[in-house]
């Protein structure tokens, strides 16, 4: 089975940085594409960050210039760095991972972030 493991959410103070990290583990013949969403409270579950195979990446208009995904093929691991962050940020965050043939998500981590 595939398993997605995230790191890094908690409390910061509006203006601060916070670093996530999502490896995923088990048997996955091909990846096409690794990434983060999040959902804040009343809201639709929206796409923040996404890495395809070929490296090329896709960002939220509301996060560009302020966070960066980067990534680890070797050890299935992507990373978003988070900066300059805003209370509009606080929602839970999701790592998914998306192969041939399946698409799998982590439990998601929380992000709150105070004013």
């Known amino acids: 089975q595939v398993q997605l493991v995230e790191s890094g959410g908690g409390l910061v103070q509006a203006g601060g940085s916070l670093r996530l990290s999502c490896a995923a583990s088990g048997i996955i013949f091909s990846i096409n594409a690794m990434g983060w969403y999040r959902q804040a409270p009343g809201k639709q579950r929206e796409l923040v960050a996404v890495?395809?195979?070929?490296?090329?990446?896709n960002y939220a208009d509301s996060v560009k210039g302020r966070f960066t995904l980067s990534r680890d093929n070797a050890k299935n691991t992507v990373y978003l760095q988070m900066n300059s962050l805003k209370p509009q940020d606080t929602a839970v965050y999701y790592c998914k991972l998306e192969t041939y043939g399946m698409d799998y998500w982590g439990k998601g981590t929380l992000v709150t972030v105070s004013s």
């Open positions: 890495i395809t195979r070929g490296g090329s990446t």
